[in-house]
T-cell receptor, first 111, second 114 residues
Framework: DQQVKQNSPSLSVQEGRISILNCDYTNSMFDYFLWYKKYPAEGPTFLISISSIKDKNEDGRFTVFLNKSAKHLSLHIVPSQPGDSAVYFC??????????FGAGTILRVKS | EPEVTQTPSHQVTQMGQEVILRCVPISNHLYFYWYRQILGQKVEFLVSFYNNEISEKSEIFDDQFSVERPDGSNFTLKIRSTKLEDSAMYFCASSETGPDYGYTFGSGTRLTVV
C-alpha cells in the first residue's frame, strides 16, 4: 500500500534554519492530511493538519502546504530547533475513520 | 494534559498464546483506534471503534483479532493465537470528533512473539 509516500528517509538541518519535509500521495479521495511527530519509545504526536479545501495551514513554527494538483504536501518548520529532532509521519484520510501513514522521515536538527 | 495510557509497555508471549493489550483512552473521546508498527515499517491501521462497535477494520484485522470496550473506560485488543509476524509496536489512539483533527496516541505496547 503506497498511497502515502515520504521519499526522504532522513533530513539533517542546522539549528535556526528551515526544515522542509515532503509527502506525496496517490489517492485523490483523501480529504485531509496530517503530520505527526514521533520520539523513540513514544507514540506519534499530532502536529498539524490541513483539509483538502485549503492550501496552507499555519501553527506557530509549523506550516503545512497542500498542492492538490501535484498530490503533494510539505511541512515547514522554521526556525528549526534541536528538540524538533524526531521521526515525522505524514498521514492522510478520507472522511471516515482510518488514516494511511507514510513511512516517516527522520529529522536531525544540529546545534 | 490528557493522555492515552497503554499497558503493558512490553509483552513477551509464546507463539500460539493469547494476548490482551490494554488501553485507557481520553475520557471524553468517542472514537478509538488500534494501529501497529512492525519494526522498520509503516504505522498501519488495524481497527476503529465508535458507539460500541467496529466502524472500520483493515485486512490485517482478521479473525484472530478482536476489540472490546468492557467497562466504559478500557479499550482492549485481543490476539487469540499469536504468530511470530504479530511482533510489533501496537498503538492505541482516541479522538473526540474523528481523525481529521488528529488522534492522541498512547506510547504503545511492544509485543514480542517468540
Amino acid at each position: 500500500d503506497q498511497q502515502v509516500k515520504q521519499n526522504s528517509p532522513s533530513l539533517s538541518v542546522q539549528e535556526g534554519r528551515i526544515s522542509i519535509l515532503n509527502c506525496d500521495y496517490t489517492n485523490s479521495m483523501f480529504d485531509y492530511f496530517l503530520w505527526y511527530k514521533k520520539y523513540p519509545a513514544e507514540g506519534p504526536t499530532f502536529l498539524i493538519s490541513i483539509s483538502s479545501i485549503k492550501d496552507k495551514n499555519e501553527d506557530g513554527r509549523f506550516t503545512v502546504f497542500l498542492n492538490k494538483s501535484a498530490k503533494h504536501l510539505s511541512l515547514h518548520i522554521v526556525p528549526s530547533q534541536p528538540g524538533d529532532s524526531a521521526v515525522y509521519f505524514c498521514a492522510a484520510g478520507e472522511y471516515g475513520n482510518k488514516l494511511v501513514f507514510g513511512a516517516g522521515t527522520i529529522l536531525r536538527v544540529k546545534s | 494534559e490528557p493522555e492515552v495510557t497503554q499497558t503493558p509497555s512490553h509483552q513477551v508471549t509464546q507463539m500460539g498464546q493469547e494476548v490482551i493489550l490494554r488501553c485507557v483512552p481520553i475520557s471524553n473521546h468517542l472514537y478509538f483506534y488500534w494501529y501497529r508498527q512492525i519494526l522498520g515499517q509503516k504505522v498501519e491501521f488495524l481497527v476503529s471503534f465508535y458507539n460500541n462497535e467496529i466502524s472500520e477494520k483493515s485486512e490485517i484485522f482478521d479473525d484472530q483479532f478482536s476489540v472490546e470496550r468492557p467497562d466504559g473506560s478500557n479499550f482492549t485488543l485481543k490476539i487469540r493465537s499469536t504468530k511470530l509476524e504479530d511482533s510489533a509496536m501496537y498503538f492505541c489512539a482516541s479522538s473526540e470528533t474523528g481523525p481529521d483533527y488528529g488522534y492522541t496516541f498512547g506510547s504503545g505496547t511492544r509485543l514480542t512473539v517468540v
